[in-house]
């Protein structure tokens, strides 16, 4: 997992709070994957981006959510108005190029840990 | 919509016997598959990938069989070591690279 910066990671939040979670990727690494980990559950799919370009947000809730990948700098997962249920572990994951997937090519950070009060 | 599933939450083995980890998808376009190893608060660790084309892929302790025909897949530990205790999750890539995660068994390997 080294290589791949997440931050923070732990946040506390109040209800109607906004959070922003980041990302750094490996050097060289354009594509970014972020995962939802509630309690107990699987890590569940929510937008794979690359740089300045949303590839697929078929997982991402449909208010309150959004990401982007900027041409420099860290992706950022953002979400307004937190709730409760928002609570969870977040993990992005980085890849080289869009050709170059395989086990070995594809990075996990530590995570972080929303809790939301 | 789980397209990956891991029916069992959990498994406990005794330490030098075989650990089999089962893992189901429903759709058939993916095209790899990967498993990884969890420990609490860290991030996934990739562990060994098997591509559509195989049906098995080693490599060490550990073995990945795919069944295409079944759209199943499983992961062999042999021998357990109690340092294999850990969370296990299957993963499966589209031609998109979109890539979806099962919900996780539970490793315990009993000294």
């Known amino acids: 997992n080294a290589g791949v910066m997440q931050n923070p990671r732990h946040l506390v939040r109040r209800r109607g709070q906004e959070a922003r979670l980041r990302c750094s990727p490996m050097k060289g690494h354009s594509h970014v994957y972020w995962y939802r980990q509630l309690p107990e559950e699987g890590l569940k799919f929510m937008v794979y981006l690359q740089k300045e370009n949303i590839i697929d947000e078929s997982g991402m809730p449909k208010e309150r959510f959004s990401a982007e990948f900027p041409k420099e700098g860290p992706s950022i997962l953002r979400i307004q108005q937190v709730v409760r249920g928002d609570s969870a572990a977040y993990f992005c994951?980085?890849?080289?190029?869009?050709?170059?997937?395989?086990?070995?090519?594809?990075?996990f950070g530590e995570g972080s840990w929303l809790t939301v009060v | 919509d789980q397209q990956v599933k891991q029916n069992s939450p959990s498994l406990s083995v005794q330490e030098g016997r075989i650990s089999i980890l089962n893992c189901d998808y429903t759709n058939s376009m993916f095209d790899y598959f990967l498993w990884y190893k969890k420990y609490p608060a860290e991030g996934p660790t990739f562990l060994i990938s098997?591509?559509?084309?195989?049906d098995k892929n080693e490599d060490g302790r550990f073995t990945v069989f795919l069944n295409k025909s079944a759209k199943h897949l499983s992961l062999h530990i042999v021998p357990s070591q109690p340092g294999d205790s850990a969370v296990y999750f299957c993963?499966?890539?589209?031609?998109?690279?979109?890539?979806?995660f099962g919900t996780g068994t539970r490793l315990t390997v009993i000294p």
């Open positions: 098997i591509s559509s084309i195989k």
């Open positions: 993963a499966a890539k589209t031609g998109a690279n979109n890539l979806f």
């Open positions: 994951a980085t890849l080289p190029t869009r050709t170059d997937f395989s086990g070995n090519t594809i990075y």
